[in-house]
């Protein structure tokens, strides 16, 4: 192959890529779509799939720490997903008429006094 022949053959590989070059250049003024709406649709959709990967990830760190605490509260205070485990947990009987008796026996009402609260605006000026 000669010199003239390289040339030739590198002049018409150029002048073909132009025209495909041109050609897609066309496709954008031609088909709106094309420049616009594929990029805008494939960013939104590819988008959403790269977040929906990052959440479900985000999840099951999320799921692993709670099984890990819960682990950790079974062994130490003897309690399960369902409630306390049997035997280790025995609520004192309540009612309410004893509660408020406790807590009227705690607060007098009838006895009291008063307590100024200054208002933001006012200066702190003692004579």
Do not use: C
């Amino acid at each position: 192959m000669s010199t003239a022949q390289r040339i030739d053959s590198v002049e018409q590989s150029g002048t073909k890529l132009y025209q495909q070059a041109s050609q897609f250049k066309r496709w954008g003024r031609k088909y709106p779509f094309v420049r616009y709406g594929l990029p805008l649709i494939s960013l939104t959709v590819f988008g959403s799939v790269g977040l929906a990967h990052l959440i479900q990830g985000s999840k099951e760190v999320t799921k692993e720490k709670d099984d890990m605490e819960w682990e950790m509260i079974e062994r130490t205070k003897a309690l399960s997903r369902t409630g306390p485990v049997n035997g280790s947990y025995k609520p004192k009987k309540l009612s309410l008429e004893e509660e408020l008796k406790a807590l009227q026996e705690k607060v007098d009402i009838n006895k009291y006094e008063f307590k100024k609260i200054p208002k933001p605006n006012e200066v702190k000026s003692k004579p």
